[in-house]
């Protein structure tokens, strides 16, 4: 089965952190992606990457960047953390196969900044 | 823009009935189409996919049905069991895009 980590559950940063979010699949996917959700909005793409060093914004860039220094992960940067990044933010993998783009998503960072 | 919406946000019913969870989506250009179960605290898990050359397919206890017509999408479970208490999400992707995600319905099972 496709394993997707995050490194942490639950973070608690202050409003001007530096914050990074780890995320590591273990399946050799290609494809890696960074989703924030908030009720009510659903699931936002924020950034994702395509091959390493290769990254393409998504939705929701702003406040964010990313780094894929290797294939198997995915970091997620908040440059200066505000309230409103708090939020659950997931990342996931896939491999583009003929059926399409199946996302293998991980278990999630709850994210509160202060 | 472009988006894929849900027609009910929370789905109450009753152990042992069938359940139908409904998805509409407006990029007549989508040929691919996910749902996912997303339980409390954990990140959204793969349930079953269709591509647009299908009208139906069928997995264990959930059948996906695409009406391209009139573009909507809806997910049945066959006796439903409170396991299957979630948030369910579709999503929709056209050629190489990313995929769009609607914004979910809560499905509540009773005993």
């Not at chain 1, 406040?63 to 970091?75: A, D, L």
């Not at chain 1, 996931?92 to 399409?100: K, V, Y």
């Not at chain 2, 996919?49 to 009406?67: E, F, P």
Request: with cysteine; net charge neutral; glycine share 8%.
């Amino acid at each position: 089965d496709v394993k997707v980590t995050q490194s942490s559950r639950y973070l608690v940063k202050r409003t001007g952190e530096k914050v990074f979010l780890e995320c590591v699949q273990d399946m050799d996917h290609e494809n890696m992606f960074w989703y924030r959700q908030d009720p009510g909005l659903g699931l936002r793409l924020i950034y994702f990457s395509y091959d390493v060093k290769m990254k393409e914004k998504g939705d929701i860039p702003e406040g964010y960047s990313v780094s894929r220094e290797k294939k198997e992960r995915f970091s997620l940067i908040l440059e200066s953390a505000s309230t409103n990044q708090t939020s659950m933010y997931l990342c996931a993998s896939s491999r583009r196969d003929a059926a399409g783009e199946k996302l293998f998503f991980g278990s999630g960072t709850q994210l509160s900044v202060l | 823009g472009e988006s894929v919406g849900l027609h009910l946000p929370t789905l109450s019913v009753q152990e042992g009935d069938n359940s139908i969870i409904n998805c509409a989506y407006s990029n007549s250009a989508s040929d691919y189409f996910i749902w996912y179960k997303q339980e409390s605290g954990k990140g959204p898990q793969f349930i079953i996919d269709i591509r647009s050359n299908m009208d139906k397919r069928q997995g264990q206890r959930v059948t996906v049905l695409l009406n391209k017509t009139v573009k909507h999408l809806s997910l049945q479970i066959a006796a439903t069991q409170p396991g299957d208490s979630a948030v369910y999400f579709c999503a929709e992707t056209a050629g190489w895009g990313t995929l769009t995600f609607g914004k979910g319905t809560m499905l509540l099972v009773s005993p």
